[in-house]
């Protein structure tokens, strides 16, 4: 029923019109084939309980009157009279009213009962869409008619009294999503299949929101597709999302700072290098000048060497920078194996007092990774290995980087440790964040490495090795096509 009252009333009137009509219509063909009083007094009562049905108490009631009426005017003696002679006529339409009364007030109340759960349903629907920010809809795409639940017109900003259509929605959406859009409305109002797509809304003012629409799909007759969906505002966890990121991003470059001390006698180290050699290169240059006749050939190699080492020292140079700028991931094509050894040079230093076995495997694919990256996870995992080790004093303290083909697409590399090994309880919380068994460790190490290599498409776990020490590992996907 209409909440209007205007409404109400009247579907009320119109309703109470056509129950009339109806008796009206079923007391002719009752008078014209003679039947008898009970025969019409059953037909108006199923009547009057179909109306019930239909319509309210009021409307029910009226037409009940209207029945008694025709039965005491058409087929109660005397006929044509409202006056009832027999007594047992007189009953018989007290009974047929108050089972009409009955009738009515039951069906009435059942109504109301239904009405009641279904508004306490539709609230509590409504309440859990608002709550979860989703909204539902249904479409039929063969005449184009769209239906939206409260949460949808508030997802889209529109008026409840605003009519839902393909164009309505097309007008909020993000002019860059607008052909991605376009483009699964057509192709779902074709086949009929169910469909989900993730697009931005631009409001009018300005704000943008991020909306997934997924929509199963039906078709009961030929030619008459419709859809039933939902419509879920994601922005927040969007939003989360994106924070999410920029928070790894941030730890990841808190954790190249804290290696900064570590990694400064290996820079000066690996810069003094190719400087030593480019001043001694220079030297013998002057060197060569000066003898008389001047050796040009000589000195043609040593300027060579020069530029050799000053190429060298730059890489160097551009290699920290990278790994200490705030700069977001540059993925190129990259040789594991000259990650490992590049690597290896860094922590040339930090690595004395341990052997260094280095077992790479030949003709690797090449993987697509952020070259900066890969070193802070292996140089990680190395100066981890060398902590673990640092109380053994029975037995050789071995650091070994193996490389292999793993074999569907992916490419292994581990290093492993004679150390004391990993605990079960150790084994679960390894990757945990600010999770340490060192007295001065942040809990970032492992954790930063494990998003690391997850972002690469790839995965680092922890494995006790059947001697002593552990095994850190990880796999990343390798390029199809070509070996390094």
Known sequence: MPRDPKKRFRLEAA??????????????????????????ALLYLIIIVLLSLRSGFLSAAIVSFIAVGCLTYFFAPPLFSFRVSDPINLVAMAAFLTT????????????????????QSEAYLSEAQQLSHT?????????????????????????????????????????EDIGLVRQTIE???????????????????GAVKHVHIVAHGSSHEPRKIEFVGAVMDITERKRTDDALRRTQMNLARAARLTMVGEL???????????????VTNANACLRWLEHEPPNLEEARDAVRRIARDG????????????????????????????????????????????????????????????????????LNLMLNALDAMKPVSDRPRTIRIATSNQGGGMVLVAVCDSGAGLNSKQQERLFEPFHTTKPDGLGLGLSICHTIIEGHGGRLWAESNDGPGATFQFTLPAESGGTS
């Open 15 to 40: 309703q109470c019109l056509a129950g009339g009509m109806v008796v009206a219509v079923t007391t002719f063909v009752c008078f014209r084939l003679g039947l008898q009083l009970l025969t019409p």
């Open 311 to 378: 190429h060298r020292g730059s890489e160097v140079i551009a290699r920290i920078r990278g790994l200490l700028k705030k700069e977001h991931p540059a993925r190129s094509r990259l040789d594991v194996n000259n990650v490992v050894q590049e690597t290896l040079a860094l922590a040339r230093v930090d690595l004395q007092g341990a052997t260094l076995e280095t077992d790479l495997a030949r003709g690797l694919p090449e993987v697509t990774a952020d070259r900066i990256q890969l070193q802070q996870v292996l």
């Open 135 to 175: 909204g539902s809809f249904g479409w039929n795409a063969s005449t184009g008619e769209i239906v939206w639940s409260a949460e949808t017109f508030r997802i889209f900003d529109y008026s409840p009294t605003a009519k839902p259509g393909v164009e309505l929605v097309l007008q909020r959406v993000h002019p």
């Open 264 to 278: 400064t006698a290996t820079i000066a180290h690996e810069v003094n290098q190719p400087l030593a050699a480019v």
């Open 100 to 119: 009409a009364g009955v009738i009515t007030h039951l069906v009435s109340r059942v109504r109301k009962l239904m009405q009641e759960k279904l508004q």
């Open 187 to 205: 192709r779902a109002s074709q086949d009929g299949k169910d469909f989900a797509v993730e697009h931005r809304l631009l409001m009018p003012g």
